[in-house]
């Protein structure tokens, strides 16, 4: 079983600061208003495992499982008797606008019971994390 939703946004910023923002994992908490903690073990590729706690919700390990530099990137974690994926894609769109967004897979018996519980949640923090990435690409320029 699998259970699939997406989220996305236009926002405004360079795109290579916008990468350098989005995949710089140990500073994450300090500028997305849906993550307490977070770190990574090692370069921003693929195979390089993480750890994260988001407010609200379990810490846990994740891995990175696909990386095309400055358009996108993968990661996957496990759930009970399944895997929650993550795909995060930035494009340019114009002149200073990028189109961000995140794809969320559940894999497993886990995906009507996030569908029912998290989803609403998480696709309502969404659009407040693109802001965020926003506004710290734009301040760290």
Known sequence: MQYSFIEEAVISGDIDKIWAVATDVAHWADWDPHEEKSRIDGPFEA????????????????????????KSWTSEAGIPFGKLRGHRT????????????????VHGIFGLLFKRVWEKGMRADMPLTFAALEAEALRRG
């Open 47 to 70: 195979g390089t495992k993480g750890w994260v706690k988001p407010k609200g919700a379990p810490a846990g390990p994740f891995t990175i499982v696909a990386v095309e530099p400055g």
């Open 90 to 105: 930035y494009e340019v769109v114009g002149e200073g606008k990028v189109k961000v967004a995140e794809q969320v897979e």
